[in-house]
């Protein structure tokens, strides 16, 4: 069963940020690009238009290219599971949290493997295929 936290953030006249912040809670996996590759896995903590807030693992480099995969609520025609692929560059970091700026973003299916988890439902695996079973 699919569960997130999602909580709405209204722009306050401190905020500088130029889009809202919505809180959402998704369990995420990243890739630090640089002279050291790095990946990870945490969760998000705010996400907008323009950028991500997310738990880490350890310190990352500022300014080090990131891409995150997000786990997203929604599934695809009410059956597939998706991710949310963002790329960009980190902003901010600190032992458990860092923070990107979003430079690029789409949609990708999780794949069949993951939305099958009981194949004996469907008839069994042959082959690493689906099977039918007549009857």
């Known amino acids: 069963m699919l569960q997130s936290k999602i909580f709405w953030c209204e722009k306050t006249s401190k905020e500088r940020r130029g889009s809202m912040r919505m809180t959402?809670?998704?369990?995420?996996?990243?890739?630090?690009?640089?002279?050291?590759?790095?990946?990870?896995?945490?969760?998000t903590v705010n996400i907008s238009r323009g950028g991500v807030l997310f738990t880490t693992q350890s310190h990352l480099l500022v300014g080090a290219e990131v891409?995150?995969?997000?786990?997203?609520?929604?599934?695809?025609?009410?059956?597939?599971?998706?991710?949310?692929?963002?790329?960009?560059?980190?902003?901010?970091?600190?032992?458990?949290q860092a923070a990107m700026r979003i430079e690029r973003y789409e949609f990708?299916?999780?794949g069949f493997k993951n939305l099958i988890t009981k194949p004996f439902?469907?008839?069994?695996?042959?082959?690493?295929?689906?099977r039918r079973t007549e009857g």
Do not use: F, H, Q
């Open 67 to 96: 891409e995150l995969a997000i786990s997203w609520p929604a599934l695809l025609n009410n059956v597939t599971p998706i991710k949310l692929i963002v790329k960009g560059r980190l902003t901010r970091s600190d032992r458990t």
């Open 121 to 130: 439902l469907l008839g069994g695996w042959e082959g690493g295929a689906l």
């Open 24 to 43: 959402i809670e998704r369990d995420i996996s990243y890739k630090v690009r640089g002279l050291m590759a790095w990946a990870g896995s945490g969760k």
């Open 108 to 110: 990708k299916t999780c």
